[in-house]
């Protein structure tokens, strides 16, 4: 899809600092602290937000049962005002593409001047489930007539029931952990442990790099964390002094004893939130915001979870360009989610395979190759974290820092889902 003429400029975006889960900083918070936290951090930021937002959309993955629809939870908690709509949307790890992209459309289509899209998520707070067996048990426990009827209900009970079911980012359809299929994803590309590494470290080095030099001084917002409100205001999610060495020695981390994804070329678990001010292009001007950035299109895609489960972006990156009557070599910035090392490495290597181009996405060669010095600059999900439901908004907010810095014409971010899905979001530069 791309819109004719784009009103659909990007204000501004921010973020928590993304940190470690299920055990980290934010452990004893909720998603529903980390989303109120960016939005009333956006909120600071624009003050007109309290009284003249329009829409705020959310994506999460792992819901918490008691704030489901979590934008609108969220929002009431920063102090937006309560005549303002939100809704929550999921598309696994493209939950926050698809806030934004809505949120688009709203905007285009005049049914929204101002709004906040973004995503968030707490893995720390991911429900633990107890077993079926014991859910089923209790539930006929109740309707039990007498200690007989309950005699009846618990005789055959096992006690190996009591023990929770604890949550598994696993692929529902093909039971496969999203580590184990970006590891098959790899072998099936070709792409080596050593390859894996290096782009692994390259990301940990541009990470650390993109902090020192203050590039997220306006993108992440100190958070205070009770009870003692200490203050966490970086990512904790990347090494700043990683090695090959390091890397190389660490064990296959879901394909044992052979496969090549480790904790080090793997997403780490992340706990965070992020939004972005989406805005009606005359609407920007009138408030004297000088836009520069507008959404020029998007396009998602589904695949087989059965072997193409990660390859989102190379499906969705050939699919939009195309529609754009863009080239690869017309984008400035690309920014590409990094689940796993061998994922993205696949995807760039997908696109420049005759058969995969031809077979897949029905082109007549090879769709290219991305060059390395356009790509995630600034570190990516391997460095910067993974909150799934979130980085939607950081890949939107990293994009248009990068294409306004590089005075360039284009970015394009992509990513890959679980359920076989992918998204892509062109960005162009008008000012
Ligand atoms: C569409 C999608 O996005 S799909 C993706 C969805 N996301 C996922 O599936 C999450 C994938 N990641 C994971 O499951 C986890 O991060 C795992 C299983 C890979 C690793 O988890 P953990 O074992 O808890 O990792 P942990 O952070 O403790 O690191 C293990 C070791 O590697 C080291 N390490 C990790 N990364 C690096 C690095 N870049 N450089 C140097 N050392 C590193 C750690 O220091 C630690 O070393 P130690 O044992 O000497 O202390």
């Not at 391997?382 to 306004?404: D, Q, V, Y």
């Amino acid at each position: 899809m791309i819109f004719k003429d784009s009103k659909v400029a990007v204000i501004d975006g921010l973020r928590t600092p993304f940190m470690k889960a299920p055990t980290g900083k934010a452990q004893d918070l909720k998603a529903y602290d980390l989303a109120r936290e960016a939005i009333n951090n956006i909120k600071h930021r624009y003050p007109f937000l309290e009284d003249d937002c329009d829409l705020v959309t959310m994506g999460s993955v792992i819901q918490n049962a008691s704030t489901s629809n979590i934008a609108r939870e969220a929002m009431i908690g920063a102090g937006i005002n309560l005549d303002t709509p939100a809704y929550s949307v999921t598309m696994a790890c493209i939950s926050a593409n698809v806030a934004i992209t809505n949120t688009a459309n709203a905007i285009q289509s005049g049914a929204a001047k101002v709004a906040i899209a973004g995503g968030v998520e707490s893995s720390s707070d991911a429900p633990v489930r107890i077993s079926h067996k014991l859910k089923k048990t209790l539930l006929q426990a109740q309707k039990a007539k007498g200690l007989k009827g309950l005699w009846q209900v618990f005789k055959d009970f096992k006690f190996s029931s009591l023990a929770p079911e604890a949550p598994a980012i696993a692929e529902f359809s093909t039971g496969l952990t999203m580590g184990a299929d970006a590891d098959q994803l790899a072998a099936k590309f070709g792409i080596s442990r050593i390859a894996q590494d290096e782009f692994a470290l390259r990301s940990h080095q541009n990470a650390a790099a993109a902090w020192e030099a203050g590039e997220f001084k306006d993108e992440v917002c100190p958070l205070a964390i009770p009870p003692k409100f200490t203050l966490v205001v970086q990512d904790d999610t990347f090494y700043a002094n990683s090695s090959l060495e390091k890397l190389s020695s660490l064990k296959p981390a879901f394909v044992r004893p052979h496969g090549t994804i480790t904790a080090g070329n793997a997403s780490p678990i992340t706990d965070g939130a992020a939004v972005s001010l989406l805005m009606d292009l005359d609407e920007a001007k009138s408030r004297k915001l000088k836009p520069q950035v507008v959404i020029e299109g998007y396009a998602f895609s589904g695949q087989n979870p059965q072997g193409e489960l990660l390859l989102g972006p190379a499906y969705t990156m050939p699919k939009l360009l195309n529609e754009a009557g863009l080239k690869i070599s017309d984008i400035d910035v690309f920014e590409i989610h990094e689940a796993f090392a061998g994922q993205v490495l696949a995807n760039l290597a997908a696109l420049q395979d005759e058969k995969f181009c031809q077979e897949s996405l029905g082109l007549k060669s090879a769709f290219g190759e991305i060059p390395m010095e356009k790509v995630n600059t600034q570190g990516g999900s391997l460095s910067l974290g993974h909150p799934f439901g979130a980085t939607g908004s950081r890949l939107l907010t990293s994009a248009t820092r990068r294409l306004i810095q590089s005075k360039g014409k284009y970015a394009l971010i992509s990513a890959c889902a679980a359920g076989g899905l992918g998204s892509s979001i062109l960005l162009k530069r008008i000012g």
